[in-house]
């Protein structure tokens, strides 16, 4: 007997299509053959194409592990979701790219973000810096996976066409790429994107510091 549809069987059907073939190879038809049913219907489950999409974001973000409290140092409980977050785009490079495109327009995509404020408000974060710190750690980390799953980070595979090789820039023109050069083509990413996330939550610690001080006097 064949497993009946549900909004959960179609997003993930939708899922492994654009893990496989890409977000242009995403279409009803595509998706209704590959769940076994006709186009039709898929749409008591997920009403146009921009659900579809939104459930996509969502399937992702819910990889996302974020934790429930901050029973031992804020600053550890963000490194756990933003490295979540990146490993989140590796597994789903084809599809990450709408996450950094579209709003987050399901409730349990919303739960995380609202998880994620917790977090931040437990720390001690007034309200407007909150906010800040948050933009800042998701604007961060979102644009380090991008340009990973991309391919578009500088010195990025320069052996591939369309992308400059650092190294191989004329010195006199370009003196610090070519200087950086070597750095650039072979970076570790994972200590690159670990360095520069304990800079920002650094500076976002001192502030919060400064900020609760500021409300004590």
């Known amino acids: 007997m064949r497993e009946p549809l549900s909004r959960q069987r179609v997003l993930e059907a939708a899922l492994r299509i654009v893990d496989a073939e890409g977000l242009t190879a995403l279409t009803m038809r595509r998706l209704g053959r590959e769940l076994g049913v006709e186009a039709m219907s898929l749409y008591r489950h997920v009403p146009n194409k921009e659900a579809l999409l939104d459930g996509l974001v969502e399937l992702i973000v819910l990889e996302i592990d974020v934790p429930a409290s901050i029973d031992s140092d804020w600053k550890e409980a963000t490194r756990h979701v933003l490295r979540s977050y990146r490993r989140a785009a590796h597994s789903h490079p084809n599809a990450f790219p709408l996450v950094t495109m579209r709003p987050l327009n399901t409730p349990e995509a919303l739960r995380r973000l609202d998880a994620n404020f917790e977090i931040l408000r437990q720390a001690g974060f ?3 810096t909150a906010i800040v710190a948050f933009r800042t750690l ?23 066409a369309g992308h400059v090789d650092p ?10 790429l070519s200087e950086l050069g070597p750095l650039l083509v072979d970076a570790d990413r994972d200590a690159e994107f670990e360095r520069g996330l304990d800079l920002i939550l650094t500076g976002l610690d001192a502030e919060r510091r400064a900020t609760t001080r500021k409300a004590r006097r």
Request: no cysteine; charged share 30%; proline share 8%.
């Open 167 to 176: 190294r191989s820039l004329p010195a006199d023109e370009f003196p610090r």
């Open 126 to 128: 007034d309200e407007s």
């Open 138 to 160: 998701a604007g961060y980390t979102r644009g380090f996976a991008l340009e990973e799953v991309t391919g578009r980070a500088l010195g990025a595979q320069p052996q591939e």
